[in-house]
């Protein structure tokens, strides 16, 4: 076999066989195929796609490039263990997956006591304007997010979840495509993106697992169609290896929540959990996204109105915030200073109150813009090497739909360097529009467009 003609394959649009792709990354896992002809081959997959048994062969090679998470014997004993994951493409603002991970455990151990859940939850950093689950838990002092494979073992086993990077020993071949992928202008491929997710998603054993596709001007994908096509790959590859799947298409063309930045969006998720007002798209994006855990999780026996019903339920008696703070504890991070620094911090910090110049209705916050301005007000990373200061960030007082009377604070901007109220001076009023007219119902309406099983 010869690396030239499997190249050549792809590019006229014939089909690799197993044998084929199975030779290309194991050659370009020894050495022996070079970063040149991977390359030519992934740009070969840009332009002709791959077809369904290619993109199932290819991300098996890949997820078998390294470990899968074992179950313990006295796990498998147990049985009924339900192992569910969740993967959203990224935002602004949006911490769904701290809430998610106390919030669906405690409703499954008080509704579904055939069910034992088991979330093991491996996230991203952030890049550019978006944000990454592993910084905002990082805001935590002492939270530690690289855990040996045996640690998040331990967690799993004892209390039923564990939030962790991603670990070298998972998919390694993953890290180093994606490197190529990088540099060779084709990472916007929908079968390279599905093979990279799902050849870690496979390494953690799950039964099931949900997509959060976000779609819009702060997203990935910003069209609707490439949203369900990435959906929809996502979701055969994970129901061709026996698991259950759903993919939600959700908008992200404003920050999610009241709050964007590390630091100030774990303190949103703390309030959301211990009865403080819920900004009312991450409400419904956490009902949804947690009815669906659990309607998985007990086999479609629960409907998801049922299983929203729970979590309201929870929520409002506040039951599931010491699960919230147990998150941050059983891996280091000290609660306490949190809650001492939430104290200090609005004293300490530099503040801008942004405001309104006119009365009228917010028509838009610009969720790329502001993701911009959070990484150029220090609350984000340029490249992967940049440190982050955690306590940039934004406080929304308004949001789009929302009226405003000229004066009205819309948001707070917390910075650290004197020199970035420029910054903000300048960015801002391009990212936030206030309109005359009052917004169509469908503007402002739900977060999810679609839902697709
Ligand atoms: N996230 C991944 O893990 N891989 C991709 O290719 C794109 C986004």
Redesign the pocket.
Known sequence: MQAKEIITKKRLGEENSKDELEFLLKGFLSGEIKEYQLSAWLMAVFFQGMTSRELSYWTELMWHSGITLERSEEASRIGNQYWIDKHS?GGVGDKTSLVLVPLVKTVSEKYLKNISMRIPMISGRGLGHTGGTLDKLESVSGFKTQLEIQKAMELINSQGFFMAGQTDAIAPADRLL?SL?DVTGT?ESIP??VS??MS?KLAENLNGILFDIKTGIGAFMTSSEQARELAQGLISVAKSQGLDAVGLITKMDEPLGWKTGHFLEVEECADFLNGQPREKHLEELILESAAWMLTMASKRKISVVEAKSMCLDIIEKREAYPLFRMMFESQGGDFNVFENERELFRKHSFCFEYKAEQSGVISLIHARQMGVLLVEIGGGRLTKESTIDNKAGFEFYKKVGHSVHTGDTILRAYYRKAEDLEKLKKLLPLAIKISEEKMSQSDSASIVEEIIL
Do not use: A, G, P, Q
Request: glycine content about 0%; hydrophobic content about 45%; charged content about 20%.
């Open positions: 493409t994606y992928r990472i390279l993106i990279s997710i870690k």
